[in-house]
């Protein structure tokens, strides 16, 4: 069936460092992968998304691309911000439209 | 254009008793889904309208929890008796289409139901 794993939280860093956090997916055919994310206290919020092998989704400095040969979706940010603090969460669409979520991973960016 | 509008925003009740959560999709979203978030874990699917009707209530669990959308447009979520174990945030999402990689687009969450069964 369709599953995705992401690296345990929670994900401390200081401001400026550089943020990996770790997707790997397992799935039928080619899905379409994504990266949401929660902010305290708010909903969830699409960061970035990508639709076919080799593509890269980029959105507000994080980015993320689609390995076909990993089963890979890792997000990274060169320079992490404190307001970049929140729950990140991996997913990927099904051939139904259901979205699959990975258990989240927390990071809290120090000042 | 205005979100899916979910309320109430929170809900604390006793165990065994009942409680009903609301939402309103995007106009013109022919898809609506329930997600149950448990606290440290991802939201998991509970339920797939399309239109009015049921694609995906593999995970619902069915004795409890029931769930409707009439004439295609708003949804309630209910749980009867509730558990402990229900304390989540209940979320609802719509989407344009269902299936397929038009599905990709326009999946949009509400800011979900904080329940808390005490």
């Known amino acids: 069936g369709n599953s995705v794993t992401q690296m345990e939280g929670p994900v401390t860093l200081s401001e400026e460092a550089f943020l990996t956090i770790n997707c790997t997916y397992t799935?039928?055919?080619?899905?379409?992968l994504f990266w949401y994310v929660q902010y305290p206290g708010e909903g969830l919020q699409l960061l970035l998304k990508?639709?076919?092998?080799?593509d890269k989704g980029s959105n507000k400095g994080f980015e993320a691309t689609y390995r076909k040969e990993t089963t890979s979706f890792h997000l990274e940010k060169g320079s992490v911000q404190v307001s970049d603090s929140a729950v990140y969460f991996c997913a990927l669409i099904s051939n139904t439209g259901k979205l699959i979520f990975g258990q989240g991973t927390t990071l809290q960016v120090k000042p | 254009e205005a979100g899916v509008a979910q309320s109430p925003r929170y809900k604390i009740i006793e165990k065994r008793q009942s409680v009903a959560f609301w939402c309103n999709p995007i106009?013109?979203?022919?898809?609506l889904y329930w997600y149950q978030q448990i606290l440290g874990q991802g939201p998991k699917l509970l339920i797939q309208?399309?239109?009015?009707?049921?694609?995906?209530d593999s995970q619902l669990p069915k004795d409890r929890f029931s769930a409707e959308r009439l004439k295609g447009v708003d949804s309630t979520l209910k749980i009867q008796p509730a558990k402990l174990e229900d304390s989540a945030v209940y979320l609802c999402?719509?989407?344009?289409?269902?299936?397929?990689?038009?599905?990709?687009?326009?999946?949009?969450f509400g800011s979900g139901t904080r329940l808390t069964v005490v």
């Open positions: 990508a639709t076919k092998a080799d």
């Open positions: 106009s013109g979203h022919a898809t």
């Open positions: 799935a039928t055919g080619y899905p379409s």
């Open positions: 309208f399309q239109n009015n009707g049921v694609v995906d």
């Open positions: 999402a719509s989407s344009l289409v269902g299936g397929g990689r038009r599905s990709d687009y326009g999946y949009t």
